[in-house]
T-cell receptor
Framework: KNQVEQSPQSLIILEGKNCTLQCNYTVSPFSNLRWYKQDTGRGPVSLTIMTFSENTKSNGRYTATLDADTKQSSLHITASQLSDSASYICVGRGNYQLIWGAGTKLIIKP | GAVVSQHPSWVICKSGTSVKIECRSLDFQATTMFWYRQFPKQSLMLMATSNEGSKATYEQGVEKDKFLINHASLTLSTLTVTSAHPEDSSFYIC?????????????FGPGTRLTVL
């Protein structure tokens, strides 16, 4: 069964700190893995897209990793800002379909 | 580029009425658009895939007669929630697929908050 599991479900950190969000996926056939940022009451915005041959990809302060052997991905946020408060969703792409994780709700406190 | 808009951004209606939500790709043409629904504290759930000029493909459990989808042009898809009830209250998000080098990408609209009283 195709599924994407994320942890933690929610996370609170202080502004300026780093954090890492985890994603375990079972998607077959596997095409790529995406991380989206979704602000409250808004649509998702793509952060990174990684194929199985890519181990790491950065987008500003966001760095995603992918281990195709263990089927795990992580999203690392450095020097967090208040605007990083959002839900971060891991999505696996299989054959013409997206498998959505439940998301990690991140709260940055001043 | 690749901006997707939705209208309205929020709507409140009485039970039994119908509500139409528009999804537009502003600076590109999209032969395929998707409609999602998101309940509080849950992730997006795909409702249907909308192809320009043809009937939409609905996911299992989504009533096609209740959620009418029309994709009459390459830049506009509409979702009509017919005879809305309180349980239809949700956040509806559309996305448009665009071809890029190496594959496709989906760009999401800002969502429409529907509240049925």
């Amino acid at each position: 069964k195709n599924q994407v599991e994320q942890s933690p479900q929610s996370l609170i950190i202080l502004e300026g700190k780093n954090c890492t969000l985890q994603c375990n996926y079972t998607v077959s056939p596997f095409s790529n893995l995406r991380w989206y940022k979704q602000d409250t009451g808004r649509g998702p915005v793509s952060l990174t897209i990684m194929t199985f041959s890519e181990n790491t990809k950065s987008n500003g302060r966001y760095t995603a990793t992918l281990d195709a052997d263990t089927k795990q991905s992580s999203l690392h946020i450095t020097a967090s800002q208040l605007s990083d408060s959002a839900s971060y969703i891991c999505v696996g792409r299989g054959n013409y379909q997206l498998i959505w994780g439940a998301g990690t709700k991140l709260i940055i406190k001043p | 580029g690749a901006v997707v808009s939705q209208h309205p951004s929020w709507v409140i209606c009485k039970s039994g009425t119908s509500v139409k939500i528009e999804c537009r790709s502003l600076d590109f043409q999209a032969t395929t658009m998707f409609w999602y629904r998101q309940f509080p504290k849950q992730s997006l759930m795909l409702m249907a895939t909308s192809n320009e000029g043809s009937k939409a493909t609905y996911e299992q459990g989504v009533e096609k007669d209740k959620f009418l989808i029309n994709h009459a042009s390459l830049t506009l898809s509409t979702l009509t929630v017919t005879s809305a009830h309180p349980e239809d209250s949700s956040f509806y998000i559309c996305s448009a697929r665009v071809g890029l080098a190496g594959g496709h990408e989906q760009f999401f609209g800002p969502g429409t908050r529907l509240t049925v009283l």
